[in-house]
């Protein structure tokens, strides 16, 4: 099955310092990569996702990049804001036995200092 | 659209008890989660389903059991609670269609189980 890793758990950053979070995933069968953020308390909710026939995707402060070679993704946060303080999650997405699968990370912790 | 729901919100169990949790998504999706959120963890799967009749076991799937008899209803029962089930647990959905397009997860608010 696929395993997805995670890096750094914890990240710390001063306001208006950029934030790249590292995802790597075991199986070249997935095809569909989405981020999560879930503030203190709240559900996980999508804040950008890529699938496996784009390399680079741009929303506003957000960005996320592919390597399909190398299996492995990561977020990127430009001029990070204190409501930017969140756990993050990336998640890898495979088809399994026909059914969609989907496997998420162990999550970062983004605290930004204003 | 509400979305995806969860009820109860909140819910104190005593050792042994028994319950259910039930979600409803109304976007006509076919994919359902069942997910446990530890305190500071990550989220782990318990149980999904692809569609209604079909269901599968996560990576949790011990103490639990699920059904899926309607599209929109994917209740998850807890028999004989343990201090262990102590979690968050989110509900979820997505859509995927027949050429096998995958779609974000949308998650429920959450139900917090205490068992003492």
């Known amino acids: 099955g696929e395993n997805v890793e995670q890096h750094p758990s914890t990240l710390s950053v001063q306001e208006g310092d950029s934030a790249v979070i590292k995802c790597t995933y075991s199986d070249s069968a997935s095809n569909y990569f989405p981020w999560y953020k879930q503030e203190l308390g709240k559900r996980p909710q999508l804040i950008i996702d890529?699938?496996?026939?784009?390399g680079e995707k741009k929303d506003q402060r957000i960005a996320v990049t592919l390597n399909k070679t190398a299996k492995h993704f990561s977020l990127h946060i430009t001029e990070t804001q204190p409501e930017d303080s969140a756990v993050y999650f990336c998640a890898a997405t495979e088809t399994s036995g026909g059914y969609q699968k989907v496997t998420f990370g162990t999550g970062t912790k983004l605290q930004v200092i204003p | 659209n509400a979305g995806v729901t969860q009820t109860p919100k909140f819910r104190i169990l005593k050792i042994g008890q028994s319950m259910t949790l039930q979600c409803t998504q109304d976007m006509n999706h076919n994919y359902m989660y069942w997910y446990r959120q530890d305190p500071g963890m990550g989220l782990k799967l318990i149980y999904y389903?692809?569609?209604?009749?079909?269901?599968d076991k996560g990576e949790v799937p011990n103490g639990y059991n699920v059904s899926r008899s309607t599209t929109e209803d994917f209740p998850l029962r807890l028999e004989l609670a343990a201090p262990s089930q102590t979690s968050v647990y989110f509900c979820?959905?997505?859509?995927?269609?027949?050429?096998?397009?995958?779609?974000?997860?949308?998650f429920g608010p959450g139900t917090r189980l205490t068992v003492l």
């Open positions: 979820a959905s997505s859509y995927s269609n027949l050429a096998g397009v995958y779609n974000e997860q949308f």
């Open positions: 890529i699938r496996s026939n784009v």
């Open positions: 389903s692809v569609g209604a009749g079909i269901t």
